[in-house]
Protein backbone atom coordinates (compact mmCIF):
# COMPACT_ATOMS: atom_id res chain seq x y z
CA UNK A 1 0.00 0.00 0.00
CA UNK A 2 1.34 3.39 -0.95
CA UNK A 3 1.45 6.15 1.51
CA UNK A 4 -0.05 9.66 0.51
CA UNK A 5 2.95 12.05 1.10
CA UNK A 6 2.15 15.07 3.31
CA UNK A 7 3.49 18.01 5.48
CA UNK A 8 1.79 20.49 7.85
CA UNK A 9 1.80 24.20 8.55
CA UNK A 10 0.83 25.66 11.78
CA UNK A 11 0.10 29.41 11.60
CA UNK A 12 0.09 30.83 15.37
CA UNK A 13 -1.17 34.35 15.77
CA UNK A 14 -0.30 35.94 18.63
CA UNK A 15 -2.20 37.43 21.44
CA UNK A 16 -3.04 41.09 21.87
CA UNK A 17 -2.58 41.53 18.23
CA UNK A 18 -5.02 44.08 16.55
CA UNK A 19 -7.99 43.98 15.40
CA UNK A 20 -8.67 41.67 18.31
CA UNK A 21 -12.61 40.68 17.19
CA UNK A 22 -10.99 40.30 13.67
CA UNK A 23 -9.94 36.95 12.12
CA UNK A 24 -6.99 36.42 9.42
CA UNK A 25 -7.46 34.50 6.72
CA UNK A 26 -4.63 32.15 6.06
CA UNK A 27 -3.43 31.92 2.38
CA UNK A 28 -1.55 28.64 0.90
CA UNK A 29 -0.49 28.86 -2.55
CA UNK A 30 -3.69 31.57 -3.44
CA UNK A 31 -6.12 29.56 -2.10
CA UNK A 32 -8.01 31.02 1.12
CA UNK A 33 -7.46 27.23 3.91
CA UNK A 34 -8.55 28.90 7.34
CA UNK A 35 -8.95 31.80 9.39
CA UNK A 36 -7.14 32.34 12.98
CA UNK A 37 -7.84 34.90 15.93
CA UNK A 38 -5.52 35.88 18.32
CA UNK A 39 -4.32 33.92 20.79
CA UNK A 40 -5.36 30.94 18.82
CA UNK A 41 -3.37 28.94 16.34
CA UNK A 42 -4.13 26.53 12.93
CA UNK A 43 -2.81 23.29 11.50
CA UNK A 44 -2.74 22.78 7.59
CA UNK A 45 -2.41 19.93 6.05
CA UNK A 46 -0.55 20.29 2.56
CA UNK A 47 1.87 18.31 0.00
CA UNK A 48 5.65 18.59 0.03
CA UNK A 49 7.15 21.24 -1.88
CA UNK A 50 7.04 24.49 -2.09
CA UNK A 51 4.25 26.60 -1.26
CA UNK A 52 3.65 30.48 -0.73
CA UNK A 53 2.15 31.84 2.33
CA UNK A 54 0.71 34.88 3.44
CA UNK A 55 -2.48 36.64 5.57
CA UNK A 56 -4.87 39.02 5.15
CA UNK A 57 -7.60 40.99 6.34
CA UNK A 58 -9.74 42.84 4.06
CA UNK A 59 -7.31 44.62 1.68
CA UNK A 60 -4.58 44.22 4.33
CA UNK A 61 -1.93 41.50 4.43
CA UNK A 62 1.58 40.24 5.22
CA UNK A 63 4.17 39.54 3.51
CA UNK A 64 4.54 36.06 1.67
CA UNK A 65 6.39 33.42 2.70
CA UNK A 66 7.98 30.93 0.65
CA UNK A 67 8.07 27.13 2.32
CA UNK A 68 9.99 24.14 1.06
CA UNK A 69 8.19 21.12 2.88
CA UNK A 70 9.74 17.78 3.37
CA UNK A 71 7.54 15.23 3.35
CA UNK A 72 6.09 14.73 6.59
CA UNK A 73 7.79 18.20 7.60
CA UNK A 74 5.52 20.31 10.37
CA UNK A 75 6.82 24.03 10.27
CA UNK A 76 5.58 26.74 12.38
CA UNK A 77 4.64 30.28 11.55
CA UNK A 78 4.03 33.09 13.77
CA UNK A 79 2.20 36.18 12.48
CA UNK A 80 1.38 39.38 14.55
CA UNK A 81 0.12 43.05 13.65
CA UNK A 82 2.61 45.15 12.90
CA UNK A 83 -0.02 48.45 12.87
CA UNK A 84 0.54 51.56 14.80
CA UNK A 85 -3.32 52.66 15.46
CA UNK A 86 -1.52 56.81 14.63
CA UNK A 87 -0.03 55.52 11.20
CA UNK A 88 -3.50 54.69 9.68
CA UNK A 89 -2.94 56.76 6.27
CA UNK A 90 0.80 54.82 6.49
CA UNK A 91 -1.34 51.10 6.46
CA UNK A 92 -4.17 51.92 4.00
CA UNK A 93 -1.81 53.11 1.42
CA UNK A 94 1.95 52.27 1.28
CA UNK A 95 2.37 49.78 3.97
CA UNK A 96 -0.69 47.78 2.93
CA UNK A 97 1.25 44.84 1.90
CA UNK A 98 2.73 44.47 5.63
CA UNK A 99 0.04 45.16 7.84
CA UNK A 100 0.49 41.46 8.75
CA UNK A 101 3.79 40.50 10.19
CA UNK A 102 5.11 37.02 9.65
CA UNK A 103 7.89 34.76 10.44
CA UNK A 104 8.84 31.03 10.48
CA UNK A 105 9.89 29.78 13.61
Given at each position: ???VASAQIRVERQAGSTPWLRRYTV???GNNVGRVNQGESITIETG???HDLHLKIDWLRSPSL???LADGQQ???RCWSDANPFAWPYWLTVGRSRYIG???L
Amino acid sequence: MRQVASAQIRVERQAGSTPWLRRYTVVLDGNNVGRVNQGESITIETGPGRHDLHLKIDWLRSPSLELDLADGQQIDVRCWSDANPFAWPYWLTVGRSRYIGIEAL
